[in-house]
C-alpha cells in the first residue's frame, strides 16, 4: 500500500472513531442527572479556583481593621472575618489550594492541588502495591497485604494526626498524609480488580509472547481498571479535602495566614456565639457542596458506567 | 400414544407474538410476529444463533420481560387461556404451577445454601401443602426417576457437592415435582460434557413421554434438535422463518436460512472429505437494524431478487405441517446450490505425517498439581502432599505442517497439556521437545525465539481481546515484540494480517466491544499467527461461537494453516469438529491419551471403549442416523487418586468383553496395541475382539 | 388398564373467578365438555359442564336480552359450578372398568383424576369408549372375527393356538357372554398378519366354535 493512500485511511478511518468516543464519554455522562449535577458543582469550584484573582478586588491576606466580621453587603459578598478579610475571597483562593496549586515554598508552586496531588499520589503507590499482591500472588501478596491491613487498623483522623505530627504541617507533607492514608484502600482495590481481570485470556496471550511482569501490569491489567479505579479516585479526592479541613480545623492544616478552610471554620467558630457565624458558615458550606459534589459526580459515573457494561 | 379420535388442544399456543424491548435506541422489537403450538408429549425445538430472540420468546411466555420489554400484539394461549393482557396477579394464578423452565445453568435454579432435599420437598410443601414426610418420600423417588444415584444421599447433599450433570438432574427432578403441563428448556445441556449431554437428552425424551408434558426446547445444536425434539421452529432475527416436524425439517430444509445452517455443521456420519462446511456470509442484523418491509435474510440470502428486498415474505404452509417465510420456499432445490463467490473455501485435502520432520515431542509427560491437604499439619509443612495428576504420562509426536485434534471430556487434562506446551505449567517429569529444543520451563525462562515459534488461539472470543486497546493495536504488539517485521512496516503487515482473516482495514482502530463474537476470534487468530509460529495451539477456538460463525472461523483456520505451513494442536470437546478440522486425533481421559490415530481411524472401528462411548454421545445433525447407544455410568473420578490399573475401568462398558469382568483392567496397566504404524489403543482387550464392533454410527 | 395409563394428563383447568363467559370460549375453542375447577397449588375445588353452564328456560323466560348479558357478564365459575365435595373422582390406580361403573351409575361425562387433592388428570366417557375401540383393535388395520364358543375351559386357548399354529400374533381380543343365547361367548379377535382366507380356513377348522363374522376394520 502506497504511503499517500496509508495517510488517507488513517484519516478516514481514525478521526471518526475517536471523536465518538469522547462524544459517546460526554453524553453518557450527559444521561445521568446525578452526573450531571455533581459535575455543575465540581466544575463551579474549578472555575472560581482558576479565575480567583479576577473574580475579587481584594488580595487573600488584605485585612480591613474597620470591617471585623461584618456580614454580607454589596462590597463584601459573604463578609468579612475577624480580621476584616473578605471571606469570598479567601474562599476562592482556599479552593485554589485544594484543586489547582500545590505551593512547594514561597515562589514555586505545581499545578493541581493539595487534594488532587495526595490522590494522585496514592493512586501510584496503592496501584503498584494492588497490582503486584493481586497479579504475583504468593508470599508477596501476603507482605504487602498484611502491612496495609495494619495501617487500615488506625482510625483515619487518628492516621492523619499521626502523620503531620511526626513530619510537620506543610502543603507537601498534607499531600503526603494524604497519599499514604489512601494508599491501602486504593491498593486493596486495585488487588481485587487483578484477581479479576489476571484470569482473561488476553493475559494469557501476553504471558505467552513472554511480556516482562511490568508490561502485564501497568500495559494489560491497570487500562483495565481504570473504569472503577476513576471513580474510586473522585469520591477520594472528596475525602481528602474532608481531611484537610479536619486537619485545618484541628491546627495540623497549613500554617496561617494561608486561606485554608479548615483553619477558617476553627478561627470563625470562636465569634459564632458573637452574632457573626459568617467566616465559620460560609468555609464550612464549600467543604460540603465540594464533597457532596464529588460524591454526586462519582455516583452517577459509576451507575452509567455499570449500566453499559 | 394411544390413538385418540379427536385431537387434544394443543398446551400452548402462541400466534403473532411481537416483543419490543426499550433501549437507547428507542423501542426495538425483538420478536416478530412468531407463531407455534406446543402439543402434549411432544418437544418442540427453538432453534437459532444467537440474538435471534428464541429466549425472549420463552421469557414472553413466562411473563419475565423486565421493566423495560414488552408484548406489542399477538396472543400467547396456554391451556386455552389468553395470558396476553392480563394483570400480573392473574397470570401467576393461570400460569401458576403449570410451566416450569429449566436454564443452562443449573445453579441459577438451585439454592446454595440449603440442601437438595429441602428444596426439592419444599416445592411440595409449600405449593402443594402436601404434608413434610411424604414430600421427602416423593422427592427421593422424583430424583430416582431422573437416575440419581444414591438418591436418598443426595437429598442430603448441598448442590456444590455435585457434578454439573447431577445438578441439572436435580432442577429437572424439580421442575417435574410440578408436574407441569409446559416445561421450557433453555439450552439446558449446552455447559455439560458430551456423555452426560447425552444421559440427560435421553432423560428428557423419556420424562415428555411418561408425563405428557408439552416441551420448548431452545438450543442451538441442531444435533441436539434431531435427536430430541418432535417438532422444529427455526427462528432468525427476531422471525420465525420455518416450522416443520424434525425429520421433514432435515429432509427438506424449505428457507435458504436453514439450508445454510445445515451446511455449516460438520457431520460426523459422512466421510471427511465430503464434510464441507459452508458458512452463510455476513452477520445477524442487530434489532434495530432490521429491515421492515423486506425479507430479514435478503442481506445473506444466496436467492434474494428484487422482490424480498421490498416485501415482507409470510409463513405459510408449503407441505403438511410445513411452513416457510420465503417467498420461493419449495421452488429452491438446495442441492443445486454453489457456495457464492464471496465466500472462500478451503482446500481439505488428507496430509501424510511422514517426512515433514518433528515439530513437537512429548514423551511420559507428567503435570501434576499440588494440593494441599486439609490436615492441620499443613500448615506447618508437615501434610501429606497430594497431587492432581492432571497429564500423567502423555507421549506425542507432532509432525510438521499437520493437525493433531485433542478431544476428551472437561476434566482430561487436555487443557493442562496445552498449558504445559505453551510453558504457563510446568511439567512434573517427562521429555518436552519443541523443534529440537527443550522446552520443559516456563514461558518467561524460554528463548525470545522460540516464544515466537508457539502460539495459541483461546477459547472464550469475549475475554481474549484486551478491552482498552484497538484491533490494530494488539496485532501490532507481537509484531513489534519479536521484530516479525521492521517497525515502519507494522503497519502495513497489521493490515496484511486483517486481510487474511478477512477483516477490513477500517478495522484497526475499532475497540473490542464494537467486535462480534466471530470478529473478536479472527483478530485472535490474526494476534496468534502474526508472529509467523511454527506451532499454534487452538483451545476450543470456535466452541463459544454459533454455528454460522462458527464454519467460517473453522475454514478461515485451515486456510491460513495451508498457506502459512503452520502445525496446528486442536484441543476441543466436539467430536465432529475435530474429525473435520484435525488429521490426527488423540482422545484423552484423566491424563492418559487412550487412543491415537488418524482422524479415519479414530471414527472407525477398532474403537477404544472410550472413544466408542464418546462417539455414540455425540448427537448427530440427522434424525435418520442410527447410532449406537452407550451410555457411561457415574462421573469422571477424580484426578487426585486415579483409578488403579487402567484408568478408564471404573466406568468401562466393555470390561465384560474380558475373562472374569475384566479383573485385569483393575491391577494392570493396559497395553500399547497398535492397529496400523499410526493408530495405537491403550486396552486390555485384543485389537481382534475390538475390530469386530459395529461402527457407531451408521446413517441411511 | 388403569386410570392413571388412559387419562388426559394437564387437563384445561380455570378458577372459581373464571367468568362463565369465559369458560364458555374456552370450552367450545376446544371442543370440550368439562373443566376442574382448581384453586392455588391445582386443588379441585370444583368442576363445571356444559350442563351447569345453562340457564333453565324459565327463567330466561322471564329476563329480556339485556338481562341475560348482564347475567352472564356477572357470572362466575364460584356461582354455577359442581362443588368440591359433590364432584366424583377416581385416583390414578382405579380400574378403568371401575371408572366406567362410576360414570354409568352416576350418570356423569367425566371423572378428575386426583392425587391427595391434587388434579393430576381427567377421564372421560370419550376416554373411556376411545380405549373399548382399542381394545378390540380399532388402532391397527387387520380382521376381525367373531366366534362364537361354548362356555367352557379352554376353548379360548384353541383359538390362539390354533393362531399361533400358524405363525400369526392375535393384536387385540375380547369377550361378552352371548346375548340371549346362554352357555355361548362371542370372541372377537382381531388379526393382521393373515389374509381372510387362511384365516377363515384355520377359525372354521376349530371344533366346536362357530365363525359367525369376519370383517376388515381399521382406523
Known sequence: MAAGERTLLNTIVRRPSRWRRLWEGVSTIGRSKTAMAGLTIVSFWFLVAIFAPFLTPYGPFDQDYKLQNAPPSAAHPLGTDHLGRDIWTRLIYGARLVLIMLPINESLWLPGGIALWGVFLGLVTGSVLGLLGGYLGGWIDEVVMRLLDAMMAFPVILLYMIIIAAIGPSALNIVMAIAIVGTPGIARLVRSLTLDIRTRDYIRAAEIRGESVWYVMFHEILPNARGPLIVDAMLRVGYAIFAMGTLGFLGLGLPPPSPDWGSMVAKGRQYIMAGSPWAALWPSVAIASLVVGLNLFADGLREELARYR | MQTRFHPLP????????????????????????????????????????????????????????????????????????????????????????????????????????????????????????????????????????????????????????????????????????????????????????????????????????????????????????????????????????????????????????????????????????????????????????????????????????????????????????????????????????QPSKEIDLPVVEPRAASGYGTVLEIENLKTYYEQPSRSVLSLFGLGKKQHVKAVDGVSLRVPRGITVGVVGESGCGKSTLAKTIIGLESPTAGVLEFLGFDISMPVTRRDVKLIQELQMVFQNPDSTMNPAYTVGQQIARPLQRFKTVPPHQVYDEVIRLLHAVRLDPSYYDRFPSQLSGGEKQRVGIARAFASRPELVLCDEPVSALDVSVQAAVLNLLLDIQRRYGTTMLFIAHDLSVVRFFSDFVAVMYLGHIVEFGSAEAIYAPPYHPYTEALLSAVPIPDPCATQKRIRLEGNVPSALNPPSGCVFHTRCPRRNLLLDQGKVCEVETPPQRYNTEQHYILCHIPLEELRKMEPVITTL | MFVGDYMTRHPLTVTPDTSIVEVQGIMAENNIRHVPVVEKGKRLVGLVTRQNLRISPIELSSLNVWEITRLLSGLKVKDVMVRGKDVITATPDTPIEEAARILVTHRIGCLPVLEEGIVVGIITESDLLTQLTNLLGLQVPGWRATIRVPDRAGEFAKITAAVASRGWGIDAAGSLPTPRKPGYWDVVIKISAATRDELVAVLQQIEGQELIDIRATGP
Open chain 2, 10 to 337: 394443543p398446551i400452548l399456543k402462541v400466534e403473532n407474538l411481537s416483543i419490543s424491548y426499550a433501549t437507547r435506541y428507542g423501542e426495538v422489537e425483538a420478536v416478530r410476529q412468531v407463531s407455534f403450538e406446543v402439543n402434549r408429549a411432544t418437544t418442540l425445538g427453538l432453534v437459532g444463533e444467537s440474538g435471534c430472540g428464541k429466549t425472549t420468546v420463552a421469557f414472553g411466555i413466562l411473563d419475565f420481560l423486565g421493566p423495560n420489554g414488552r408484548i406489542v400484539e399477538g396472543s400467547i394461549k396456554f391451556q386455552g387461556r389468553e395470558l396476553v393482557g392480563r394483570s400480573e396477579k392473574e397470570l401467576r394464578i393461570l400460569r401458576g404451577d403449570q410451566i416450569t423452565m429449566v436454564y443452562q445453568d443449573p445453579m441459577q435454579a438451585l439454592n446454595p445454601s440449603l440442601t437438595i432435599g429441602e428444596q426439592l420437598a419444599e416445592v411440595l410443601i409449600v405449593h402443594r401443602n402436601i404434608p413434610h414426610a411424604e414430600a421427602w418420600r416423593r422427592s427421593i423417588e422424583m430424583l430416582e426417576r431422573v437416575y440419581m444415584p444414591d438418591a436418598p444421599n443426595v437429598m442430603k447433599r448441598y448442590p456444590h457437592q455435585l457434578s454439573g450433570g447431577q445438578q441439572q438432574r436435580v432442577v429437572i427432578a424439580m421442575a417435574l415435582l410440578n408436574n407441569p403441563a409446559l416445561l421450557i428448556m433453555d439450552e439446558p445441556t449446552t455447559a455439560l460434557d458430551v456423555t452426560v449431554e447425552a444421559a440427560v437428552l435421553d432423560l428428557i425424551a423419556e420424562l415428555k413421554r411418561d408425563f405428557d408434558t408439552g416441551i420448548i426446547y431452545i438450543t442451538h445444536n441442531l444435533g441436539v434438535v434431531a435427536r430430541i425434539c418432535d417438532q422444529v421452529a427455526v427462528m432468525y432475527a427476531g422471525e420465525l422463518v420455518e416450522r416443520a416436524p424434525v425429520k421433514e425439517l432435515f429432509a427438506h430444509p424449505l428457507h435458504p436460512y436453514t439450508q445454510g445452517l445445515m451446511r455449516c455443521v460438520p457431520k460426523l456420519g459422512i466421510t471427511k472429505e465430503e464434510s464441507r462446511l459452508y458458512p452463510i456470509r455476513g452477520r445477524v442484523p442487530a434489532p434495530q437494524d432490521r429491515p421492515w418491509g423486506a425479507c430479514i435474510f435478503a442481506p445473506r440470502c444466496d436467492y434474494a431478487t428484487e422482490r424480498c428486498r421490498n416485501e415482507r415474505p409470510m409463513l405459510r404452509e408449503i407441505a403438511l405441517g410445513h411452513s416457510a417465510r420465503c417467498f420461493y420456499a419449495g421452488e429452491i432445490d438446495p442441492s443445486a446450490w
